[in-house]
């Protein structure tokens, strides 16, 4: 028997094909507090409410605001327009859950890169990211995910491996080749 796919806020179930870990009202609840989190934003606020809202000590928040060279704001969520006034702090901070997501999918694409590296090592190549790889492996992650095929479908496909298994070597062969050939051409125009 197949467990059911539960949310990652609930835990309620999730509807049968859904690809996501939360549930369609987790998911408004969620966008619901980006919004108010985007108002927030643009009103400024004082150095112990930034220091609640990045939870930081405030003596830590007011040595970010006074060195910017040496802790970078953008990390910690503040904007480049916060300004002191006097003696005091007005602190404009952005949402950081867009970060979360900006850092995963630029981890993936890292992790991707990396691949591409060791596949061209294994090859001899010479271990460079060309500005083709770069565009190749940011296509793979702009393109959608793929349906996910039920355990019947996983079964037929792997049967029809079995059966034509020199059909589906040859075509590993020739994609593999194709790889290959592209990158030595890069290679070669690179030498000269």
Request: some cysteine.
């Amino acid at each position: 028997m197949k467990k059911e796919k539960r949310c990652a806020w609930c835990g309620g179930p999730l509807p049968r094909g859904s690809r996501g870990e939360k549930c369609y009202s987790c998911q408004e609840l969620q966008l619901e507090a980006l919004e108010r989190q985007l108002k927030i934003s643009t009103i400024p606020v004082n150095v112990k409410q930034a220091a609640l809202m990045i939870n930081k000590s405030e003596g830590h928040v007011r040595r970010i605001l006074e060195h910017p060279e040496k802790y970078p704001w953008k990390n910690y969520g503040i904007v480049e327009d916060s300004y002191r006034a006097g003696k005091e702090w007005n602190v404009f901070l952005t949402p950081l859950e867009h970060e979360k997501e900006r850092a995963k999918l630029l981890i993936n694409i890292g992790e991707s890169a990396l691949n591409k590296l060791q596949i061209k090592k294994v090859f001899g190549f010479n271990p460079v990211i060309t500005p083709k790889d770069m565009l190749s492996v940011l296509k793979c992650h702009v393109t959608p995910v793929p349906r996910k095929k039920t355990p019947r479908e996983r079964k037929k496909q792997k049967e029809g491996i079995r059966q034509n298994l020199d059909g589906y070597t040859t075509s590993l062969i020739s994609a593999l080749s194709e790889i290959v050939c592209d990158w030595s051409a890069h290679e070669e125009d690179a030498a000269r």
